[in-house]
């Protein structure tokens, strides 16, 4: 079995724990947002403040991107592990989306991390002054989280399949144990003398 699996199972276990957390956090942000977006729009959708409005969704991509830092350390072991195990599953036993949905996940990682870099690009290049709380930062700080919000919801959408694959895969019988033999059994009531 791939070392992915057989070496860390323990580190396994802790990142699709910390991705589950995620899972939960990112809904309850979602649906926090969709209340509040119910009760400040008008039935065409449209804001009745648009300087309150943007704050809160600004708010909401900050909240994801927090949330999402918990599991982030742990995506790309995640991603490989479950490109492994997919191979693993009996075809009866996996889904069709499960190919397009790791590819999802793959494309939204590549992009977080490439827009994580062009943050620290921006940072680096902020003036000295401009610290957190500062307009300056915070306003740049605003639009990377807005950048990656649609990367964020890419792995609240799709990253349960990490989990689904990983209870299919230890679910399905290992291509390294023999198929299971018949043993005889003795009839009932008899007994075999043993020689010494």
């Known amino acids: 079995m791939d070392p992915l699996i057989s ?11 910390h991705l589950d957390k995620y ?12 209340v509040y ?15 309150a409005y943007g704050l809160r969704q600004s708010k909401r991509y900050a909240d994801t991107a927090e949330a999402f830092e918990t599991v ?15 191979a693993l599953v009996p075809a009866g036993m996996a889904q069709t989306r499960w190919v397009y949905q790791l590819g999802a ?15 620290l690009h921006t940072r680096d290049s902020l003036p ?25 919801d890419d792995w609240a959408t799709h990253g349960h399949v ?10 399905s019988p290992s291509p390294l144990a023999p198929p299971p033999t018949t043993m005889p059994t003795r009839a009932p009531g008899r007994t075999f003398a043993v020689r010494r």
């Open 72 to 86: 982030r350390s742990g995506t790309r072991h995640l991603l490989a592990t479950a490109d492994v195990q997919l």
């Open 7 to 17: 070496n860390a199972p323990h580190a396994h276990r802790e990142f699709l724990d």
């Open 105 to 119: 996940l793959h494309a939204a990682l590549d992009r977080l991390d490439a827009l994580h870099e062009e943050w």
């Open 23 to 34: 899972l939960r956090d990112s809904k309850k942000i979602l649906d926090a947002w969709d």
């Open 162 to 171: 990490l989990g689904a694959i990983n209870t299919a895969a230890r679910q």
């Open 37 to 51: 977006s119910d009760e400040h729009t008008d039935l065409d959708g449209w804001p009745y403040d648009d300087d």
């Open 128 to 152: 000295a002054d401009a610290k957190p709380g500062t307009p300056v930062f915070d306003g740049a700080l605003a639009q990377h989280h807005a950048e990656c919000w649609s990367y964020l």
